[in-house]
């Protein structure tokens, strides 16, 4: 029995399946991580034809934390920052099927009164974010500069998580209960931050099944990209061979961890100086 399969208790592995822009014709900063509105059509019936269950984000963590089952064969769909295409292209897919979703924005890229002007292609605005989380998306924080968080000073990584929460809850009249990494990075201390900014779980990377032992902040994602034909997609929603398929991923991210852990002491041992030489 494929591992996703395994639905109840702590054996339960869960695909959570994170999305980017849904774009026909994306520009090179988001193509790579982009899929064509066809392909996320055709990735969407392919959980309907399986009999796969989507839930959402908070519905995951809380039956986790309560102990309480699983649906049969439950699926996340995850979105993150905040491109426009879905609400162009994603939702009405997400709509045939009576899919619910989960869509972690970056406040300070999406379009309106927030924008700093550092998002990479066009996002979508509140208005468009209100009409998503109408139809049943979950509206969760994803920073609000997109910042790898790991790397930031303490007072650097609440502003970017307070601030995030407070706009999604002013312009929804709904906190966010959901936190999404960028980048996927995150170390204890990020992840202290997250759960006292109130955030009730949190979603990292990891290319790997969700389960319960990874714990409410630590849940793994996997990503699906403009390269991931059907057949390929078939396997991550039935969770089979994912280490085979992010091999190379996850090669290139240990080596890149390395880099960043040293790059990260570096700059404690910076800012420990500079405290006590003033």
Not at 95 to 105: C, N, Q, R, S
Not at 141 to 157: F, I, K
Not at 222 to 243: C, H, M, N, P, W
Request: glycine fraction near 8%; proline fraction near 5%.
């Amino acid at each position: 029995m494929a591992e996703a399969r395994r639905h109840e208790g702590d054996d339960a592995r869960v695909p959570v399946l994170m999305y980017h822009a849904v774009a026909a014709d994306p520009n090179d900063a988001t193509r790579a991580l982009s899929v064509t509105p066809r392909a996320f059509a055709e990735q969407m019936a392919a959980i309907a034809d399986r009999g796969l269950t989507p839930i959402g984000t908070a519905e995951l963590a809380t039956a986790w934390r309560s102990g309480r089952p699983l649906p049969e064969r439950p699926v996340l769909i995850t979105f993150d920052d905040g491109y426009e295409g879905v609400h162009r292209y994603a939702l009405p897919a997400l709509a045939e099927h009576g899919f619910p979703a989960t869509l972690f924005v970056t406040t300070g890229w999406l379009r309106g009164p927030y924008d700093t002007g550092g998002a990479l292609d066009t996002m979508l605005d509140w208005d468009q974010v209100r009409e998503l989380a109408a139809a049943g998306v979950e509206i969760g924080g994803h920073s609000h500069s997109h910042p790898q968080l790991d790397q930031l000073d303490e007072e650097r990584l609440r502003f970017e998580l307070i601030h995030c929460k407070e706009i999604v809850a002013d312009q929804l009249g709904a906190v966010p209960a959901s936190f999404a990494y960028p980048y996927g990075y995150s170390d204890r201390r990020v992840r202290r931050a997250v759960r006292e900014t109130g955030y009730a779980q949190a979603l990292a990377v990891g290319n790997g099944l969700a389960r319960r032992a990874q714990g409410p902040y630590a849940l793994r994602r996997v990503t699906v990209r403009r390269s991931t034909g059907l057949d390929e997609f078939a396997r991550l929603i039935e969770g089979r061979a994912i280490a085979r398929t992010f091999a190379r991923d996850r090669a290139l991210t240990q080596g890149y961890a390395v880099l960043r852990r040293s790059r990260r002491v570096r700059g404690r041992l910076r800012e420990r100086a500079s405290r006590a030489g003033a």
